[in-house]
């Protein structure tokens, strides 16, 4: 039966159901299940998915779960403020689903059949408790005992070797099959994991050419900066692209169990990104990844309307040019970088995605969450993918407004 049915996603206005009142009885089972699950590899190595289990399912066995809510759940658990902006910080969606998968995986065990079953129904923050079909089992004390004082069987010291050797060859494959390879995305992300501070999300919240202004006038260049390729769609300041590019970093990070908050470029300072691992969405539209990788081998150029990316090595090249919106109307490509290096300027790790338009951006992203994609470019650079810096070139073909999927052209490590 199910207890708890309740608000969804959307939260406010959303229809509510009451739920079934629990008995103290069920109370108390609910919490040993809890304890239960806590304790499974699962979650004891996190912070962020147990507290939201724990939070969510203490509302219900309190009978409050008018507070089963997104922005309460962010204020309360991940200590954001009263005002944050759910839609650019989806730590709460993301983190449901990740205890959403876990609990699925935990109950896939066969330790777990006939357990209490908590669970979360998919666009809701209020936890369901199924509980099992009542299966009294009847033990008659005098059949124990007769069974106990039976002749024991005899076995010979090769059958009990036999049976040692089976059990230590169980243990030993549960343990194997506990053990989870290192992927080339593992160590690709390898040093924000391994941080201790929360990760800074910087995405452009203004137009390419803003941004682009405002940091050639602090070079000292002239106020008015070259033409910049056409401003994409955007969605509440922030360019579609990029938009999708923040959606997919914020499910890798969720994944990892990392705490990380969003910010505008404009709103991001010096001081904000020396706090710990920074991720830079966007490339000519993000003042910071043109201030912070001007120095890289690779790096964002335009040459009047041109815009590209450059290899100091061969500085001659336009190889890797994106045309402008008005003069590419059909099918072309994009090309995006992606870094990852520990930034002198900042002191972490600095990650930059970004494209030479947002298809690039939003496809970069995607590179980051495919094994496959990252695995291409250990192959052109093979090394110390967990600690040494990293550059990726990506070509995107372009289709109908609509990236394709990204190829590595280049990599350089060092």
């Not at 203004?206 to 769609?233: C, E, F, H, I, Y």
């Not at 969405?281 to 041109?306: A, P």
């Amino acid at each position: 039966m199910n207890y708890g049915k309740d608000t969804e996603y959307s939260g406010a206005g959303a229809a509510t159901a009451e739920p079934l009142p629990l008995s103290a009885a069920q109370r108390d089972m609910v919490r040993e299940q809890l304890g239960r699950i806590l304790a499974s590899h699962l979650f004891r190595n996190s912070k962020r998915f147990p507290e939201f289990l724990r939070y969510t399912v203490n509302r219900v066995l309190n009978d409050d779960t008018d507070h089963i809510k997104e922005r309460a759940i962010g204020i309360d658990i991940f200590g954001r403020d009263r005002d944050y902006d759910t839609s650019l910080d989806p730590i709460v969606r993301v983190t449901a689903g990740e205890v959403r998968k876990r609990l699925a995986q935990y109950y896939q065990s066969p330790h777990a059949a006939g357990e209490l079953r908590i669970e979360f129904a998919r666009g809701s923050y209020v936890p369901e408790f199924n509980f099992p079909e009542d299966k009294p089992i009847e033990t008659h004390v005098s059949d124990v005992q007769i069974t106990s004082l039976a002749a024991p069987r005899k076995y010979g010291k090769t059958t009990l070797f036999a049976a040692a050797l089976a059990i230590v060859c169980v243990v030993l494959s549960a343990f194997m099959l506990g053990l989870k390879r290192e992927s080339a995305l593992d160590r690709f992300w390898s040093p924000v994991s391994d941080a201790k501070s929360p990760v800074l999300l910087c995405i452009p919240g203004r137009s390419s050419a803003a941004v682009v202004s405002t940091l050639d006038q602090a070079n000292g260049a002239p106020a008015k900066a070259p033409a910049t390729p056409s401003t994409p769609p955007v969605m509440n300041q922030v360019s579609y692209g990029d938009s999708l590019a923040l959606s997919r970093l914020s499910q890798i990070l969720g994944g990892m169990g990392k705490d990380f908050q969003v910010r505008y470029t404009q709103d991001s300072t010096l001081d904000d990104l020396k706090e710990g691992p920074v991720v830079l969405i966007g490339g000519f539209s993000n003042s910071w990844t043109m201030r912070l990788g001007s120095e890289l081998r690779y790096n964002f150029e335009h040459d009047g309307t041109v815009h590209y990316i450059s290899d100091r090595q061969n500085p001659g090249s336009r190889v890797w040019e994106a045309p402008d919106s008005a003069a590419a109307p059909g099918p072309f490509t994009d090309y995006a970088l992606l870094s990852r290096v520990l930034d002198a300027t900042t002191g972490h790790v600095l990650i930059t995605v970004a494209g030479i338009r947002h298809f690039g951006t939003q496809a970069a992203a995607d590179c980051l969450a495919d094994s496959s994609c990252v695995e291409a470019a250990e192959k052109l650079a093979p090394g110390d993918w967990r600690r040494a810096n990293i550059q990726i070139v990506l070509a995107i073909p372009v289709i109908g407004e609509r990236p394709g999927q990204p190829r590595v052209v280049a990599a350089h490590l060092w």
